[in-house]
């Protein structure tokens, strides 16, 4: 997200996070302003950021996720808590919170979302919260997230869901983006995934070759003519996307989609060890760029941490568009001294 905040034109002066890694490769990349450690044991610090243009995150999402335990009790989802905590203590004049689609369309989660838009108007904020999927600006990947945004004392006149749709922009291919790179394996692409890909003996059938589940895993494949599906932190086994090289490479016809031919029409599943050399799984380096991560951008840690930090990222041109639409707003509707004069300063948490 700071990628993207800081290319819309915000000035990030401190941030925070939990990982390790995740705070080395922040520091590799933006700067010494990553705090790492636990956010409720800062909050009390925060009070000398009062009054800054923005603070933005996303606490994190496990604990809503469909993938995850879908707990509103989970200790990870108290954190949504300690976010809105920190916009009380520093009083932003905009604040973005993102967080998994689930949290804002599913039932079981509809008083946590009604608790957090509650805080937020009792301190003074005019609240939306508005869904998003990156493939509408400029992201190769069909991933879905929601914004909380609160602007502090604001006669809003237009709606900012209403007004988000001047920032979409089409998105590559799959194709477009890794092909690029040369083949996995190679000086361009090296840093390889090497879970083995096996057969699912009870597959689950869908319409598309690209959904479903024809392989062991949560690692789909993914279709080079159009968008990648979500890319999870969890990636770096099973459940890392799968790549047929001949079709990407040489547009060779699909062997994923021959294959799921075979299966709509009453085929029987190949052998459990029966599957091409031809699939392998989404390399680091692929999954760097289907998040739009700068192509330079250096990542700290072993194949499985980096892919944790990117499956874990907002992907940056969504954040950009959203970082594009908070600072209009401010720049349109608050233009008062105070925010002039600050110069879009912002925490990220």
């Not at 041109?317 to 300063?345: C, H, T, W």
Request: glycine share 8%.
């Amino acid at each position: 997200m700071d990628i993207g905040f800081e290319r819309a034109g915000f000035d990030v002066v401190w941030a925070n996070d939990f990982d390790r890694q995740a705070c080395e490769t922040y520091e590799t990349n933006l700067g010494s302003q990553i705090v790492c450690g636990d956010i409720n044991e800062y909050l009390s610090s925060l009070d000398q950021y009062r009054g800054v243009d923005l603070v933005f995150g996303g606490p994190p999402c496990q604990g809503f996720s469909v993938a995850g335990k879908m707990s509103p009790s989970d200790e990870r989802s108290q954190l949504v808590q300690s976010f809105m905590k920190a916009v009380d203590i520093i009083r932003p004049a905009a604040f973005v919170m993102e967080n998994v689609k689930a949290l804002a369309k599913l039932t079981k989660f509809q008083l946590v979302r009604e608790d957090l838009v509650r805080k937020a108007q009792e301190m003074g904020y005019h609240v939306e919260l508005i869904l998003l999927n990156s493939r509408e600006f400029g992201v190769p990947q069909n991933r879905e997230r929601m914004f909380l945004i609160g602007m502090l004392d604001a006669q809003v006149e237009t709606r900012l869901g209403d007004s988000v749709d001047q920032f979409k922009k089409e998105s590559p291919t799959v194709r477009d983006v890794i092909k690029p790179l040369g083949r996995a394996g190679t000086d361009t692409n090296c840093r390889t995934c090497n879970a083995k890909i096996t057969i699912a003996q009870n597959p689950v059938m869908r319409r598309s070759p690209y959904a479903g589940m024809m392989f062991n895993g949560q690692g789909r494949p993914l279709n080079p003519d159009g968008q990648s599906s979500t890319l999870h932190a969890s990636m770096g086994g099973n459940k890392t996307p799968i790549v047929d090289e001949d079709h990407l490479y040489d547009h060779a016809a699909s062997w994923v989609e021959e294959y799921h031919a075979h299966l709509m029409s009453g085929g029987k599943p190949y052998p459990l060890e029966s599957s091409p050399s031809r699939l392998r799984r989404l390399t680091v380096d692929e999954a760097i760029l289907l998040n739009t991560f700068p192509s330079d951008y250096e990542f700290v840690g072993g194949t499985s941490a980096m892919f944790r930090q990117i499956g874990n990222a907002v992907p940056c041109d969504l954040a950009f568009a959203v970082g594009s639409l908070v600072r209009k707003a401010l720049d349109d509707e608050l233009d008062e001294p105070i925010y002039r004069e600050q110069q879009n300063l912002s925490l990220a948490i």
